[in-house]
T-cell receptor, first 111, second 115 residues
Framework: DGGITQSPKYLFRKEGQNVTLSCEQNLNHDAMYWYRQDPGQGLRLIYYSQIVNDFQKGDIAEGYSVSREKKESFPLTVTSAQKNPTAFYLC??????????FGPGTRLTVT | AQSVTQLGSHVSVSEGALVLLRCNYSSSVPPYLFWYVQYPNQGLQLLLKYTSAATLVKGINGFEAEFKKSETSFHLTKPSAHMSDAAEYFCAVSGPQGGSEKLVFGKGTKLTVNP
């Protein structure tokens, strides 16, 4: 089955540690996206990539980093510089100018 | 800049009643518009999309939405609510003619269906 996988579903980290969230897609989509979701705030774009080896900052990129070495993979690193990292993180992909397909999400808790 | 406003962060209806979730957008170019649904602790699933073809768009699970340019609205409706419709709904806008491939989301409307 084609789709987007995110792992793990739940992730717990201590404050001050970097953590990497995985996102893989087998839809052959060029574009991939990372969003952060907090209660009552909708989805906010962190980073997006329209092609391999290229990515752009979204609206809330500070404290996050990404890489796009393969078309299928777009991992997100939440660094210790992110002031409030506890949130639900969603990855998505799309064909050019098409609707976005979402993964199941990773809930990150930092204490 | 594009933006989306969803009126009402919470909507409650009785089972069998009409569902109406409101979405207004602002865009300087003809937009693409989307409605997504999210069940607890899951990702978003596309319900329907408007891409400048028919103004009345039919989606999955009996939902439909009408694009009204004069009102800059794209409200989501369903004639008869079912318990399984309880979820959070997001309206989103993108601007293909402006070359933007990003989606801008509203803050969401949580739908409760009462028996």
């Amino acid at each position: 089955d084609g789709g987007i996988t995110q792992s793990p579903k739940y992730l717990f980290r201590k404050e001050g540690q970097n953590v990497t969230l995985s996102c893989e897609q087998n839809l052959n989509h060029d574009a991939m996206y990372w969003y952060r979701q907090d209660p009552g705030q909708g989805l906010r774009l962190i980073y997006y990539s329209q092609i391999v080896n290229d990515f752009q900052k979204g609206d809330i990129a500070e404290g996050y980093s990404v890489s796009r070495e393969k078309k299928e993979s777009f991992p997100l690193t939440v660094t210790s510089a992110q002031k409030n990292p506890t949130a639900f993180y969603l990855c998505a992909s799309s064909i050019r100018l098409g609707e976005q397909y979402f993964g199941p999400g990773t809930r990150l808790t930092v204490t | 800049a594009q933006s989306v406003t969803q009126l009402g962060s919470h909507v409650s209806v009785s089972e069998g009643a009409l569902v109406l979730l409101r979405c207004n957008y602002s865009s300087s170019v003809p937009p693409y518009l989307f409605w997504y649904v999210q069940y607890p602790n899951q990702g978003l699933q596309l319900l329907l999309k408007y891409t400048s073809a028919a103004t009345l768009v039919k989606g999955i699970n009996g939902f439909e939405a009408e694009f009204k340019k004069s009102e800059t609205s794209f409200h989501l409706t369903k004639p008869s609510a079912h318990m399984s419709d309880a979820a959070e709904y997001f309206c989103a806008v993108s601007g293909p003619q402006g070359g933007s491939e990003k989606l801008v989301f509203g803050k969401g409307t949580k739908l409760t269906v009462n028996p």
